[in-house]
């Protein structure tokens, strides 16, 4: 039983991962602009990244939920 709810957190876990992917910001992005480039709104970055609502900066890495491909 133990092993079964071991192989299940870890399968929901590699799920959860690849519904995310990960960017780093550049010199002029503004969060508006990355959730352009993703297609998601910034409420879902902001939420994805609760450290954002204070401050970002040049070279710090978002987790952006994936909804479709970067434009």
């Not at 992005?29 to 970002?56: G, R, W």
Request: aromatic share 8%.
């Amino acid at each position: 039983m133990r092993k079964l709810i071991i192989v299940f957190l870890l399968l929901s876990f590699t799920e959860l991962m690849a519904q995310q992917i990960s960017h780093t910001i550049q010199r002029g992005e503004t969060l508006e602009s990355i959730a352009k480039k993703y297609n998601v709104s910034v409420d879902e970055i902001k939420k994805a990244n609760p450290n954002v609502a204070d401050m970002f900066f040049v070279g710090m890495k978002l987790t952006i939920p994936e909804k479709s491909k970067p434009k």
